[in-house]
C-alpha cells in the first residue's frame, strides 16, 4: 500500500509536498488547490508503467490522461533545469521508498525523461502502480444537461438541436 506521496516541481506543487494515505482517503478542498493534481500525478505514473515497463519515460498523454507537454506538466514557477520529483512511502515487506525525478525531453516535449528512479524494487513499484484506477464522473451544469436530454429526446423524434 502507498503510505505517502510527496510531489515537487509538479503542476501547482512547486515547493515539496507530502500527502500522507491510508486505506480510505478523501480529497476536499476549494478549487486551484491541488486535489486533480495529486490524482493526475498518480495516473501519469500509471499510464507510463503500462507504456515502457521501467518508466524511464513519463508518457504525458496517454490512455489515462492527456496533460499536453512538458511545460503544461511542470509547474510555472520553477526555473527550467530543475526535475520533477515523486517519492513514494511504500508498507510492504519488500520496499520501503521510491524516488523518480524526470526532466524535459529536448527531441520530445511530450514526454519526459527520468533522471532518477532509486528503489528497492522496482518490479513490485511497478506492479503497485500499475493498479492504480480512476473512476471518472463527468460535471454536467444545467444548460448541458437541458441539451443532452433534448439531444436524448430528439433523436428518437428526428430533430436537432445546437450543441
Known sequence: MIKEIQIQNFKCFQQAISFEFSQLNL?????GRGKSSLLQAFLVLSQSAW??????????????????????????ETPRGEDI???????????SQ????????????????CTKFEHSG????????????????????P???????????????HLSFPN
Open 27 to 31: 480529497l476536499t478542498g476549494v478549487n
Open 51 to 76: 507504456q515502457n515497463a521501467t518508466l524511464k519515460k513519463l508518457i504525458i498523454n496517454g490512455e489515462l490522461l492527456q496533460l499536453g507537454n512538458f511545460d503544461d506538466i511542470k509547474n510555472s
Open 85 to 95: 520529483k515523486f517519492t513514494f512511502v511504500i508498507a510492504t515487506p519488500n520496499i
Open 98 to 113: 521510491v524516488r523518480i525525478n524526470y526532466k524535459e525531453n529536448p527531441e520530445d516535449v511530450l514526454i519526459a525523461d
Open 122 to 141: 522496482q518490479a513490485i513499484f511497478l506492479d503497485l502502480i500499475k493498479k492504480i484506477h480512476f473512476v471518472s464522473a463527468d460535471r454536467l451544469g
Open 143 to 157: 444548460l448541458k444537461y437541458v441539451y443532452k436530454t433534448l439531444n436524448a429526446f430528439n433523436k428518437q423524434s
